[in-house]
């Protein structure tokens, strides 16, 4: 491999500078005038996709944005990776807070700073270019390479698992591989071995057929926005535990090894709070802050809205109250259950006299966890150790990632799941940046990772 990494240090420039064209394009998925450049971003992956080597690529029309497929497909034998990431990237609001224009690249402190940088053009990049130096050196990879590439990940990916699903004996793969998330600090890389999921609900409480008077009705009829308060405010005793029945039914208690191995991760809590402008964290009683966010399942409160909110007051009862939920679980909850349960539990303590309608939003996924013995977690840690000179870190992550739960639903796969973007790369805000450094180092790693696969399958 001293080869490959010979040559990859060599046109570090061309390739930093490769990466400045790739965030040019502003491949804003979820603003219509943008639709022209999200496909001319696919077109470019595909050409990027083409230079580094990839035997057969596509870009496959859907109903939203196109989706990019590439293929290597010569090492009989060897593992096949399903190498996943998308092109497309959030909108740039609000401009004043950019230091330059969102898709004019600059240079400052060893990072690359533009919408898309790390979340995820950057990261896809480096995958292209570490499959582009093995094939530039050898003429072969290690492994079979299969890359799908979409451009409606920051829209939630509406017509992918369709998509995978049409396409999935083309798609079948030994795993998968994301990059689009982070490492625990910089030089500090991290592999995430476990994802929550996502149910979102939508919730309407209605009392009369107009708002009304608060003097001439205050005091005799219901008011929605007080009664759906203290609807979820039943939700969680003292304690923080959720206490609607069958909640925490399948969920699994934290080995002792993990629990373990997650109290020596060199995570400072009151920095961590510090940083939010909070002196204390709140949460399930039992469970360590880390715990709380990886390991248990939620029931959050994302809107409560009713009535009156504009400037001065305003003596109004309110017709209707409204909510947005979010429950976020772990492996073994199933997401439609878990919002039958919720369901159930509300209408069952909602007021006499008043309406409930309470909605799926769409969106979502199960959770998911890897196996600790997995081959493709020993290749990793290999990879990332002998690039990085020190040993990955285990963690979990609290938020989801559908399209894991998607691969395992209809691929019957894991997914290796090692981010590059480092905590501060401002993914989603203004000046997002990319480290590059650690851009260069992570790809050495992915190439180490191409051959421990092989090795390790």
Same mark, same amino acid.
């Given at each position: 491999?001293?080869?490959?990494?010979?040559?990859?240090?060599?046109?570090?420039?061309?390739?930093?500078?490769?990466?400045? @064209?790739?965030?040019?394009?502003?491949?804003?998925?979820?603003?219509?005038?943008?639709?022209?450049? #999200?496909? =001319?971003?696919?077109?470019? @992956?595909?050409?990027?996709?083409?230079?580094?080597?990839?035997?057969? #690529?596509?870009?496959?029309?859907?109903?939203?944005?196109?989706?990019?497929?590439? =293929?290597?497909?010569?090492?009989?034998?060897?593992?096949?990776?399903?190498? /996943?990431?998308?092109?497309?990237?959030?909108?740039?609001?609000?401009?004043?807070?950019?230091?330059?224009?969102?898709?004019?690249?600059?240079?400052?402190?060893?990072?690359?700073?533009?919408?898309?940088?790390?979340?995820?053009?950057?990261?896809?990049?480096?995958?292209?270019?570490?499959?582009?130096?093995?094939?530039?050196?050898?003429?072969?990879?290690?492994?079979?390479?299969?890359?799908?590439?979409?451009?409606?990940?920051?829209?939630?990916?509406? !017509?992918?698992?369709?998509?995978?699903?049409? !396409?999935?004996?083309?798609?079948?793969?030994?795993?998968?591989?994301?990059?689009?998330?982070?490492?625990?600090?910089?030089?500090?890389?991290?592999?995430? @071995?476990?994802?929550?999921?996502?149910?979102?609900?939508?919730?309407?409480?209605?009392?009369?057929?107009?708002?009304? !008077?608060?003097?001439?009705?205050?005091?005799?009829?219901?008011?929605?926005?007080?009664?759906?308060?203290?609807?979820?405010?039943?939700?969680?005793?003292? @304690?923080?535990?959720?206490? &609607?029945?069958?909640?925490?039914?399948?969920?699994?208690?934290?080995?002792?090894?993990? =629990?373990?191995?997650?109290?020596?991760?060199?995570?400072?809590? *009151?920095? /961590?709070?510090?940083?939010?402008?909070?002196?204390?964290?709140?949460?399930?009683?039992?469970?360590?802050?880390?715990?709380?966010?990886?390991?248990?399942?939620?029931?959050? &409160?994302?809107?409560?809205?009713?009535?009156?909110?504009?400037?001065?007051?305003?003596?109004?009862?309110?017709?209707? *109250?409204?909510?947005?939920?979010?429950?976020?679980?772990?492996?073994?909850?199933?997401?439609?259950?878990?919002?039958?349960?919720?369901?159930?539990?509300?209408?069952?303590?909602?007021?006499?006299?008043?309406? &409930?309608? &309470?909605?799926?939003?769409?969106?979502?996924?199960?959770?998911?966890?890897?196996?600790?013995?997995?081959?493709?977690?020993?290749?990793?840690?290999?990879?990332?150790?002998?690039?990085?000179?020190?040993?990955?870190?285990?963690?979990?992550?609290?938020?989801?990632?559908?399209?894991?739960?998607?691969?395992?639903?209809?691929?019957?796969?894991?997914?290796?799941?090692?981010?590059?973007?480092?905590?501060?790369?401002?993914?989603?805000?203004?000046?997002?940046?990319?480290?590059?450094?650690?851009? !260069?180092?992570?790809?050495?790693?992915?190439?180490?990772?191409?051959?421990?696969?092989?090795?390790?399958?």
């Amino acid at each position: 491999m001293e080869a490959i990494f010979h040559a990859l240090r060599a046109s570090n420039v061309a390739r930093t500078q490769q990466l400045e @064209t790739y965030l040019r394009i502003p491949s804003i998925s979820s603003e219509p005038q943008y639709g022209p450049d #999200v496909a =001319r971003c696919a077109r470019h @992956t595909a050409l990027l996709l083409q230079q580094a080597g990839m035997e057969s #690529v596509t870009v496959h029309e859907t109903a939203g944005h196109p989706v990019v497929v590439g =293929r290597w497909e010569k090492a009989p034998g060897c593992p096949t990776v399903l190498i /996943y990431g998308h092109y497309d990237v959030q909108p740039v609001d609000p401009l004043d807070l950019w230091s330059a224009a969102p898709f004019s690249p600059r240079y400052h402190d060893n990072r690359i700073f533009a919408r898309g940088a790390t979340d995820d053009k950057g990261q896809v990049l480096m995958h292209i270019q570490a499959v582009a130096a093995i094939l530039q050196q050898h003429g072969r990879l290690p492994v079979n390479v299969i890359f799908l590439l979409e451009g409606e990940e920051e829209i939630g990916s509406p !017509h992918l698992p369709e998509f995978i699903t049409t !396409h999935r004996r083309t798609l079948k793969a030994d795993l998968a591989l994301v990059s689009d998330s982070y490492m625990w600090a910089e030089n500090r890389p991290a592999i995430t @071995t476990q994802l929550r999921g996502l149910v979102l609900l939508d919730v309407v409480l209605s009392g009369s057929n107009r708002d009304l !008077h608060s003097g001439s009705y205050g005091g005799g009829i219901a008011n929605p926005l007080e009664m759906l308060a203290r609807m979820l405010a039943t939700v969680k005793d003292q @304690t923080g535990t959720i206490v &609607i029945p069958g909640f925490y039914d399948e969920v699994r208690q934290p080995t002792a090894l993990v =629990r373990q191995q997650w109290a020596q991760l060199p995570f400072d809590e *009151a920095q /961590y709070l510090q940083a939010l402008g909070l002196t204390q964290g709140w949460g399930e009683a039992g469970y360590t802050l880390l715990e709380r966010i990886w390991l248990r399942p939620t029931f959050e &409160i994302n809107g409560l809205w009713g009535g009156y909110n504009g400037p001065g007051g305003k003596t109004v009862l309110p017709a209707k *109250a409204n909510a947005k939920l979010s429950l976020r679980l772990v492996p073994d909850q199933d997401p439609d259950t878990m919002a039958e349960r919720v369901k159930a539990y509300l209408l069952g303590i909602a007021p006499p006299g008043l309406s &409930i309608e &309470i909605n799926r939003i769409p969106g979502g996924g199960s959770p998911c966890a890897v196996p600790a013995g997995w081959f493709a977690l020993t290749a990793a840690q290999r990879a990332l150790q002998e690039s990085f000179q020190v040993a990955p870190l285990y963690i979990g992550e609290g938020s989801s990632i559908p399209v894991v739960a998607d691969f395992a639903k209809i691929l019957g796969i894991h997914t290796l799941l090692i981010g590059f973007g480092l905590p501060d790369a401002n993914a989603h805000a203004p000046d997002e940046s990319l480290h590059l450094p650690t851009f !260069h180092t992570g790809i050495e790693s992915l190439v180490r990772l191409f051959y421990h696969l092989r090795d390790s399958f």
